[in-house]
């Protein structure tokens, strides 16, 4: 093998960004054996198991697109997926392998403009010819297997004119299929590479593939068609499709909160101090130097009503928050309820600390352990929100916007989850401290701080959700 080659597949470079732990222990490490083979459909193929690939070499516009294709499933496809379980949801390995076929094939397509591929190039000639053998056997599965594996390939326009004409319900059948494809892939992450769950089945299980059984659900489905009307055939589908994408709960990819305990020792007279304002009314005149200077005479002072609002405080590391910023967050914070979140590994271990409440905080050398990782982000917003004592309350998140999930799962539909949280409470997301000490000084001279607001990769889910006015 050439080094040209090996670098046109590398499939263990890809790998090494995978998260999915029985991947890593079983493969990673491993040097893969990258055979060339001819670009014929059926030859090419990754071996999880073996760590061996197939692929055409050399620059031709089919030898590219078969390439990716394969490199596409060495970055995104489950190393193995125990039989037992797809026949437990009530798959088959054939509709399964077809829908990750679909997905695959759908991801590369999005991407071809950016890696220069020609997805026209995907086609060799031999599915126009399965195509005319399974409408002159009057085949209807075996189409549908066609229709299916034509998607997002350069022969889908091809193989549905040869299908058609002979089915065509078929036709309105794909286009069921297509849009609840992309109603379903927008509820998942089709390229997440994160495991839900360290235990169990799930964790051989790359999150994006979640998405290839809700098609392979679909699909299950097609062909379990009995020759009822085609009408009722479609409706049928229709709202079976409907119900699973409704239906569809995927795992929690949360952590769950649990409070560790600072004790809250401090109070007014420490860098935390009740805020005093001066006002004309009031039972003890301080301010005689007033009676001079101010034409009101607000000689007296008036104690501000404490304010219920919560500040949720993301400690990940990437935040790299310092005692500094806590203190400083927590002294603009006067009478709010502060509360800051990191995720320690250890089950059980304390996650989430509130460090002020009701006028009293922490004591610098009591501060929480912070600088881990993030996993309960929205569970700690969930918690903020419940805190309120108003509505007017304001919840301020300070979070630079990378959320992560369990096994450090990141997948924009964590954003996702996040943007249409903040939409719904009006919480105002921070990206730093310094963020945080203005809004709530804000807050504190009377003003009511704009809400909702986004940052980062929240702030792109929103604009995308079209949350943002
Ligand atoms: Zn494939």
Same mark, same amino acid.
């Given at each position: ?15 090494? &960004? ?6 890593? #222990? =079983? ?5 893969? #054996?990258?055979?060339?083979? /001819? ?17 055409p070499s050399g620059g031709s516009d089919l030898s590219r697109v078969v ?8 970055? %995104? ?12 949801? *009530?798959?088959?390995?054939? @509709?399964?392998?077809?829908?990750? #076929? ?85 509820? !998942? ?7 839900? =769950? ?21 699909? &299950? ?5 009995? +020759?009822?009307? &085609?009408?009722?055939?479609?409706d049928r589908i229709n709202s079976q499709a409907n119900n699973m994408v ?17 004790? %809250? ?45 919560i500040v949720v405080v993301d400690g990940s590391g990437s935040m790299s ?29 304390? !996650? ?15 501060? /929480? ?12 917003? &969930? ?9 007017? =309350? ?10 992560? *999930? ?6 924009? =539909? ?26 709530? @000084? ?13 940052? +980062? ?13």
């Amino acid at each position: 093998m050439s080094g040209l080659h090996s670098i046109a597949a590398a499939p263990e470079w890809l790998i090494s &960004e995978r998260r999915d732990t029985a991947l890593l #222990e =079983d493969v990673l490490g491993e040097p893969w #054996e990258v055979k060339h083979c /001819p670009a014929t459909r059926g030859v090419p193929h990754t071996d999880f198991a073996n760590r061996r690939m197939a692929v055409p070499s050399g620059g031709s516009d089919l030898s590219r697109v078969v390439r990716h294709h394969e490199l596409l499933h060495a970055l %995104l496809s489950p190393s193995h997926v125990p039989e037992e379980y797809i026949r437990e949801i *009530g798959l088959s390995p054939r @509709s399964v392998h077809l829908a990750e #076929e679909i997905r695959i094939n759908s991801i590369l397509k999005e991407n071809a403009k950016g890696l220069g591929l020609k997805i026209s190039a995907f086609k060799d000639g031999s599915e126009m010819n399965e195509a005319k053998n399974a409408v002159a056997s009057n085949d209807l599965d075996h189409a549908i297997h066609l229709m299916c594996a034509s998607i997002a390939t350069g022969s889908e326009t091809s193989v549905g004119r040869i299908l058609f004409a002979e089915f065509p319900e078929l036709k309105k059948v794909k286009k069921v299929l297509k849009s609840k494809m992309r109603e379903y892939w927008q509820r !998942n992450s089709t390229y997440a590479t994160g495991v839900y =769950d360290d235990k169990g089945m799930a964790h051989a299980i790359p999150r994006g593939f979640v998405a290839t059984l809700g098609v392979a659900q679909l699909i &299950e489905k097609l062909w379990r068609n009995d +020759g009822e009307d &085609e009408g009722e055939y479609l409706d049928r589908i229709n709202s079976q499709a409907n119900n699973m994408v409704k239906s569809t709960t995927r795992a929690n990819p949360w952590g769950s909160l649990v409070f560790g305990s600072v004790p %809250l020792t401090e109070s007014g007279n420490g860098f935390l101090s009740r805020s005093r304002s001066a006002s004309a009314t009031g039972r003890q005149p301080r301010r005689l130097h007033r009676l001079i200077s101010d034409p009101d005479r607000k000689v007296f002072d008036r104690v501000a009503r404490k304010r219920g609002g919560i500040v949720v405080v993301d400690g990940s590391g990437s935040m790299s928050l310092d005692e500094e910023d806590l203190k400083a967050i927590v002294k603009a914070a006067s009478g709010c309820t502060v509360v800051v979140y990191s995720f320690r590994h250890e089950p059980n271990e304390p !996650n989430i600390w509130v460090v002020a409440r009701d006028g009293r905080f922490v004591s610098q050398d009591e501060f /929480p352990p912070i600088g881990s990782d993030n996993v309960v982000d929205l569970p700690a917003l &969930e918690w903020g929100v419940r805190q309120r004592k108003d509505r007017k =309350d304001p919840v301020i998140w300070v979070s630079d916007g990378q959320v992560t *999930g369990i096994s450090r799962y990141t997948g924009k =539909d964590l954003d996702i989850e996040c943007a249409q949280f903040i939409h719904k409470h009006k919480i105002i997301q921070v990206k730093n401290a310094r963020g945080a000490v203005e809004v709530l @000084s804000e807050f504190a001279r009377g003003k009511t701080p704009h809400s909702p607001q986004f940052v +980062g990769d929240i702030k792109v889910a929103a604009k995308e959700l079209r949350l943002l006015d």
